[in-house]
Structures are given as structure tokens and as C-alpha cells.
């Protein structure tokens, strides 16, 4: 099962109810971070995602937004003691940036990383994919590996027992009765999770193409339609462009987040998104997605 928890949802500044960017995602009893701007590693303790356990962070750009949060909760993770390395991923010119900050703790290790695989988890993997807003700004895309499910039917008829599952799984095959069984025989594959993280970006191609049949698409949507022009101009989505991309791309769930705090409530933007994708949802500080 996979958890993940908005930690952070304002764009730029945060506001009293909205902290900035941050996503939590709980695989197997690890934490990963998707950004992590000032005030995640209390954003952590609210809800409930244990700092802890965070095993790597995933930046998407260098805006002060989306990183500032590294150097308090890597203090805090220095003061408990913390021995396991952590590490942080992002584009060109991170390893300067984490530098500028004082994080030169041992357990701390970062990665610049351009387009491909970046991060090879037990049962999943993480790829950055580029994105258009600015120089060097990434998106995220976490997907779980294939599995294959045994039907208990088939399994039943091929004499399939007891430790012979193992065996199948390890080695893709098994004799029964002097007969090989291949795992593809008495299983049926199943498509692993996927969820796509846009960072800060214009709705672009790209994003679409990497969220085609995403399961969870968490896009920015910084502005309504009455900032268009502003949201053109220091290349965020609207609200509508985000749910229009999901709507392209056919994610199954979009949670739009990086709302600027020009906005109290979020009626308006959301009747905009709803129109374009009746899946969309506006996040929210705390808001939970759980996918099994
Ligand atoms: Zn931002
Ligand atoms: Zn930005």
C-alpha cells in the first residue's frame, strides 16, 4: 500500500493554512519526500509521516520554495543521530545550493540527476522527466514494478503447493510431477501503481505524456482563470489547465496543488477544474491519498 500525505500545498509564501510545497509518500515503512520547502519536517510530525524514516528527497527545482525545509530537517535528523544516508535528488546546480544551505552532515548525500531513473527502490523506482519552468525543472514520476498475481484456480490444477510458490517466484518456474510449470501458467500480471509529481510548470506535452494512465497526478495549479496572463508569464498552469491535462492524459485521480495565497477559499478554482476533469481535487495541509 502506498500512502501519501500533501504536506505542503501553497505556492511561493505560505499562509496561515497552507505550508509550502511538500509530498510525503510511505512505501514499505520508508518516507520519501517529493520537495521539501521550509517547515516539512513539522508539516511531518502533524500528520503523522515519520521524519525519520525519511530515506531520500526528490527536489524538482532550485526556487527557495521547494528546498528550504532540507537544511532544518537534516539538523533535526543530525540531533537524533540519524547514521543512514539520506539523499537528495535534483537538477543542476543542487550539490551548490545544499552547500549554501550547511548541510554537510555525514549521513547527507546529493545527487544531481537529468532525465531517466534516478532512484531504484525494493518493488518501485522513481524517474525524473523534464518540465517547463525555467531552467532545469523536474517532475517526478514514482511507479511501482509489475507484479504477477497466482490464480488460485490454475494454481489448483497444476498441482501447485506449498513451497513451490517460492520457487515460481525465484526462479519462474517449477516441476510438478516431472512437468516445468512457467510462473506466466498459473499467474496474471498485475500493473503496479504510478504517481506523477509535476513541480512547478506550464501545463506542457511532457507532463501529459509521463501522467498517461496515472493513477495519482499531483499537477500544479498556481492560479484561477483570472490570472491567466500572470500564470503564462512565470510559467505556472491554472487550475484548468492542470485538470485539461489530466483529462488528456486519462490520470484516474488529480490533486492540484501550489496555490498561491491570493486565494482564501478555493470554491472558484475548483468549479474551474471540474469543468475541464470532474476527478479534480483542490489539496489541502494533511490531505491523505491511500493506493492498494
Ligand atoms: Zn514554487
Ligand atoms: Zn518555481
Redesign the pocket.
Known amino acids: 500500500m502506498i500512502r501519501v500525505v500533501m504536506l505542503g500545498t501553497s ?2 509564501v505560505p499562509s496561515v493554512s497552507r505550508n509550502l ?1 511538500s509530498m510525503g509518500v510511505r512505501y514499505e515503512g520508508e518516507v520519501y519526500l517529493f520537495d521539501c520547502g521550509e517547515g516539512t519536517q513539522r508539516q511531518m510530525m502533524k500528520y503523522k509521516l515519520s521524519y525519520a524514516k525519511t530515506k531520500a528527497i526528490f527536489i524538482t527545482h532550485l ?1 527557495a ?2 528546498y528550504l525545509g532540507i537544511a532544518g530537517l537534516c539538523h533535526t535528523l543530525h540531533m537524533i543521530g540519524r547514521k543512514d544516508i539520506l539523499t537528495v535528488y535534483g537538477p543542476r546546480g543542487t550539490v551548490r545550493r545544499m552547500e549554501g544551505l550547511g548541510c554537510n552532515y555525514e549521513f547527507l548525500r546529493v545527487e544531481e540527476v537529468g532525465e531517466g531513473v534516478v532512484y531504484k527502490g525494493e518493488g518501485f523506482s522513481v524517474r525524473a522527466f523534464p518540465v517547463e519552468h525555467g531552467r532545469n525543472a523536474l517532475g517526478y514520476v514514482l511507479e511501482e514494478d509489475e507484479r504477477r498475481n497466482f490464480e488460485k484456480e490454475k494454481c489448483d490444477r497444476f498441482g501447485i503447493k506449498g513451497v513451490m510458490f517460492r520457487e515460481l517466484e525465484r526462479k519462474g518456474e517449477v516441476e510438478v510431477e516431472g512437468r516445468a510449470v512457467k510462473i506466466e501458467e498459473v499467474t496474471k500480471p498485475k500493473k503496479g501503481k504510478k504517481i506523477v509529481y509535476s513541480g ?1 510548470t506550464r501545463a506542457c506535452r511532457r507532463v501529459e505524456e509521463e501522467a498517461k494512465g496515472a493513477d495519482l497526478l499531483i499537477h500544479e495549479g498556481t492560479f484561477g482563470e483570472d490570472r491567466r496572463e500572470e500564470a503564462d508569464e512565470r510559467e505556472h498552469s491554472t487550475v484548468a489547465d492542470a485538470a485539461e491535462l489530466a483529462r488528456r492524459a486519462g490520470a484516474k485521480r488529480l490533486i492540484i496543488t ?1 496555490i498561491s495565497n491570493r486565494y482564501g477559499k478555493v470554491d472558484e478554482l475548483l468549479k474551474e477544474a471540474r469543468k475541464a476533469f470532474d476527478k479534480a481535487e483542490i489539496a489541502k495541509d494533511g490531505m491523505e491519498i491511500m493506493l492498494k
Open positions: 505556492a511561493s510545497s526556487h520554495d521547494h512547478d501550489h
